[in-house]
């Protein structure tokens, strides 16, 4: 057992202030849940809802030679984001599995931000550090540098609106911009784990008290909500977004977990694991393997990750991530199943449960999508 205190975020004492229950997440001490976990949820489905998120592992790469060290690092083209834009992509071991799922946000042409799993983080870093060499790059931890405020839902926009000038409506999904939000310098994302219109607000750890008190007052009148990590996992598990150590890990390949498409091998230049993720690519074409899917419970019972998946007595796949899903009013998992009961609508497929074989029904991924 370790002994080290675990790490609070610049907006602990706030927390605690509200009555939020805390839990300990990748070494950090974070707001599990203020009060109903289900209200949190159907605030940022409904209205709008206030996470700190100030555990992601922010990682700054910059230099001349940034853009090329990051298409050799990541599986992505990574080269090929204009400024401004950020995506999503995965840094993978030589052997293809998969060390983190990441975003990169490109800030200029020389500077990059790379945002890793909290669980991740060091491990990111060393990784991006080790794989720099021989290029003309820096390679820096800023994870102390930055606190990380999301403003999640569909009114989130409007409240972000009344405190900064930035141009919100022109702002692309899985894009950024440097701004002010309510005077606090920030970078303004729309990014966001929850299925909703949103904002990632990056700021100086000593702005994110006022700037969670702005926001929190400028959501009086739209609903807005304090919201913790409990609401935060069902809402990406009904927009079917896949969790480091759950969905995605080192024994699986981004081909493996349905997400082949983040591989970019058209991109120029050798980069780390391309020889097996092709390996990979062509087994996954000609015998497809597990195949990640939706399920939903006809009855009660909530799977949990690592339940047996089964269909005529046989185990046929694994759930990686289970819950009630408040949107849904029914229990929903993901699971990786065996190809031939993967298609949705297969009939046949439960989950054991303590040694009961309740029924699912497969479905296609995501759960649930937002109306545009």
């Known amino acids: 057992m370790s002994s080290t205190e675990p790490r609070r975020t610049a907006l602990d004492a706030l927390h605690r202030s509200l009555g939020a229950t805390m839990t300990d997440f990748a070494g950090w001490d974070m707001p599990l849940r203020y009060g109903s976990e289900r209200d949190e949820h159907n605030a940022v489905r409904t209205k709008a809802g206030l996470f700190d998120l100030s555990h992601m592992g922010e990682i700054t790469v910059t230099g001349p030679r940034a853009a090329a060290l990051l298409d050799h690092a990541l599986v992505g083209d990574i080269g090929g984001v204009k400024p401004g834009r950020a995506r999503y992509t995965m840094i993978c071991r030589e052997d293809g599995g998969i060390l983190d799922d990441l975003i990169v946000y490109r800030l200029d042409d020389t500077a990059y931000l790379v945002v890793a799993n909290a669980s991740n983080a060091q491990v990111v870093l060393d990784a991006l550090r080790e794989r720099s060499a021989g290029f003309d790059a820096e390679v820096r931890d800023d ?50 784990y929850t299925g909703e219109d949103g904002f990632e607000l990056f700021v100086e750890p000593g702005h994110a008290v006022e700037l969670w008190q702005a926001l929190t007052k400028a959501g009086e009148g739209a609903g807005l909500v304090p919201c913790g990590l409990s ?24 081909f493996d977990a349905g997400l082949g498409r983040v591989v970019k091998f058209e991109k120029e230049g050798d ?57 849904l009013g029914k229990p929903i998992a993901m699971a990786y199943v065996d190809a031939a009961h993967a298609a949705p609508g297969t ?25 545009k």
């Not at 141009?167 to 002010?180: E, V």
């Not at 939903?296 to 796949?317: D, K, Q």
Request: with cysteine.
């Open 271 to 327: 980069f780390v694991g391309r020889a097996a993720l092709a390996e990979a690519a062509e087994r996954a074409a000609s015998e497809p393997p597990r195949v990640l899917v939706g399920l939903v419970a006809e009855g009660r019972r909530v799977p949990r990750a690592g339940y047996a998946v089964v269909a005529g007595g046989e185990v046929v796949g694994e759930v990686t991530s289970g819950a009630p899903s408040p949107t």
């Open 143 to 192: 994870r102390d540098a930055y606190a990380l405020l999301a403003v999640q839902g569909p009114e989130s926009q409007g409240i972000l609106a009344s405190l900064t000038d930035a141009d919100l409506d022109g702002l692309k999904y899985y894009a950024g911009l440097p701004g002010t939000v309510a005077g606090v310098p920030a970078l303004i994302a729309r990014t966001g």
């Open 347 to 371: 009939e046949g497929v439960g989950v054991d449960i303590r040694g009961s074989h309740e029924p699912y029904q497969v479905v296609a991924l995501p759960f649930y999508k937002r109306r």
């Open 231 to 254: 609401c935060r996992d069902t809402l990406r598990l009904e927009a079917g977004m896949p969790l480091y150590g759950n969905e995605l890990s080192t024994s699986l390949t981004p």
